[in-house]
T-cell receptor
Framework: GEDVEQSLFLSVREGDSSVINCTYT??????LYWYKQEPGAGLQLLTY?????DMKQDQRLTVLLNKKDKHLSLRIADTQTGDSAIYFC???????????FGRGTSLIVHP | GAVVSQHPSWVICKSGTSVKIECRSL??????MFWYRQFPKQSLMLMAT?????????EQGVEKDKFLINHASLTLSTLTVTSAHPEDSSFYIC???????????FGPGTRLTVT
């Protein structure tokens, strides 16, 4: 079946940029999402990108999509301690509204 | 806008009892809601898709008689864990799909502990 892979951990220094990577296998993906989950909380939709786009920028967040390599990344500029959370990559395809989630990348921001 | 609430946020119950979790879309209508289960350090596992006014669609391996879902209105879906056992302890998250859109909005989750 379809698969979404992410590295499990990323540690960065406060003020640096963070780049969280994700790969997926479904070539018919239509939307790709990034969600943030803080401890003990639900998922917050951060941003999403349609599959015919290469890049999307929203304030400190930049999403890059390489559809040929099925690679999605989320860059967080000027990372702050409040950005520490688990970030989930997800994709939908074939008209389905049900995303397939990766296992999440735990971002740790240290002073 | 697009706020989804869950109630309760956490619950502790004894083995053998039933627990009801509510999921509400506060400022939009949701024809479809989803129920997920999340184990520690794991991703979300879709349990079922709940459609307003019809029976829920359960994912393979999810017991429909154990996890009862009711979606009686466009803003409310409930998940009842019947005859709960310690292995049902988990974080349950709902999401709601806006009737006029394609984005899912997630609730804050309910932590269930069965003793």
């Amino acid at each position: 079946g379809e698969d979404v892979e992410q590295s499990l951990f990323l540690s960065v220094r406060e003020g640096d940029s963070s780049v969280i990577n994700c790969t997926y296998t479904d070539s018919s993906s239509t939307y790709l999402y990034w969600y943030k989950q803080e401890p003990g909380a639900g998922l917050q939709l951060l941003t999403y990108i349609f599959s015919n786009m290469d890049m999307k920028q929203d304030q400190r967040l930049t999403v890059l999509l390489n559809k040929k390599d099925k690679h999605l990344s989320l860059r967080i500029a000027d990372t702050q301690t409040g950005d520490s959370a688990i970030y989930f990559c997800a994709e939908t395809s074939g008209g389905s509204y049900i995303p397939t989630f990766g296992r999440g990348t735990s971002l740790i921001v240290h002073p | 806008g697009a706020v989804v609430s869950q109630h309760p946020s956490w619950v502790i119950c004894k083995s053998g009892t039933s627990v009801k979790i509510e999921c509400r879309s506060l400022d939009f209508q949701a024809t479809t809601m989803f129920w997920y289960r999340q184990f520690p350090k794991q991703s979300l596992m879709l349990m079922a898709t709940s459609n307003e006014g019809s029976k829920a669609t359960y994912e393979q391996g999810v017991e429909k008689d154990k996890f009862l879902i009711n979606h009686a209105s466009l803003t409310l879906s409930t998940l009842t864990v019947t005859s709960a056992h310690p292995e049902d302890s988990s974080f349950y998250i709902c999401s709601a799909l806006r009737t006029s859109g394609y984005e899912q909005y997630f609730g804050p989750g309910t932590r269930l502990t069965v003793t």
